[in-house]
């Protein structure tokens, strides 16, 4: 990639139409500032900054500056314990662009022994909202792919009506082969696709994501996102407000769901404590 631009301020909030001009006044993508936390390079970016970046990294891709996507992904304590006992995750992660914190106990932890802690978390399910609310405004295309059979496309239709002019390039169900990863890369690039959501659960999309980055030139952002497309098209619910404040939205989880997450949490919380509490820091 060409020379970068300095870091990318955690505070920003920005226009679109402003983060615009300014991508394509530098022609360079943003280095984003990061602090360790649980012994992942967590990003300080408030849900602000991470839409301004993706515009800015639209129209690099746009003006064929970017060599290839912007891969992203995110953090819950649940992604710390797997980070650090799946070998196979952690060689893919360690090649990803940008993590976010997802989940309210990366930020607790950021505000324990970090001298400049994360300001927010950056839920996924809300930032999701955020970057549509840009996209229809800025023609951005999004490409909804993963999620059982249909799922995706409700989420495509949910989210068209909430935020009239949003163009979703396309969608496709997260059920295929590793030997059909090739001309499912075809299918998201000639959509005509800006940023690919890729919900197939962790390890699989981080892993699919590092393996398909040199596969779609001309996008901006591969973008992990997990579950998502089941909260908007899938019945999924989320946890109330104030236990997603509370950082206790797994256990909102893992209640609706004891068998496929309950023993899951169990496991990998207290993991995930000891990680949060010896590997954070500035």
Not at 31 to 50: E, H
Not at 149 to 167: S, W
Not at 259 to 274: D, F, I, M
Request: hydrophobic fraction near 45%.
């Amino acid at each position: 990639m060409n020379e970068v631009t300095p870091d990318l301020a955690p505070g920003c909030h920005a226009a679109a139409s402003d983060a615009v001009a300014a991508s394509r006044a530098s022609a360079t993508p943003s280095v984003v500032d990061k602090l360790t936390i649980g012994g992942l390079p967590i990003a300080r970016l408030t849900r602000a900054c991470m839409t301004r970046l993706m515009l800015e990294d639209v129209a690099l891709a746009r003006a064929g500056e970017l060599s290839r996507p912007r891969l992203l992904t995110s953090a819950n304590g649940s992604f710390v314990a797997a980070y650090h006992t799946d070998p196979a995750l952690r060689r893919a992660v360690d090649t990803i662009d940008v993590i976010d914190a997802d989940g309210m106990p990366i930020v607790y932890a950021s505000r324990l022994f970090c001298k400049r802690p994360l300001t927010e978390r950056a839920a996924t399910t809300d930032f999701l909202l955020d970057a549509c609310k840009v996209a229809a405004e800025t023609g951005t295309r999004f490409f909804f792919l993963g999620a059982r059979p249909g799922v995706a496309a409700r989420a495509a239709e949910h989210l068209r009506y909430r935020y009239p002019g949003l163009q979703i390039a396309g969608t496709r169900n997260g059920y295929f082969a590793d030997a059909e990863l090739a001309e499912v890369c075809r299918q998201v690039r000639e959509a005509g696709t800006d940023v690919l959501w890729l919900g197939l659960g962790t390890p699989r999309q981080e892993e699919v994501a590092v393996r398909a980055a040199d596969m779609l030139g001309g996008l901006a952002w591969v973008r992990t996102c997990g579950g998502l497309f089941d909260h908007y098209g899938g019945g999924v619910s989320r946890a109330p407000r104030w236990m997603q404040s509370a950082g206790l939205e797994w256990a909102y989880r893992g209640a609706r769901e004891p068998l496929r997450l309950g023993w899951r949490y169990l496991v990998t919380n207290p993991v995930a404590v000891y990680y949060l509490l010896t590997r954070t820091h500035d």
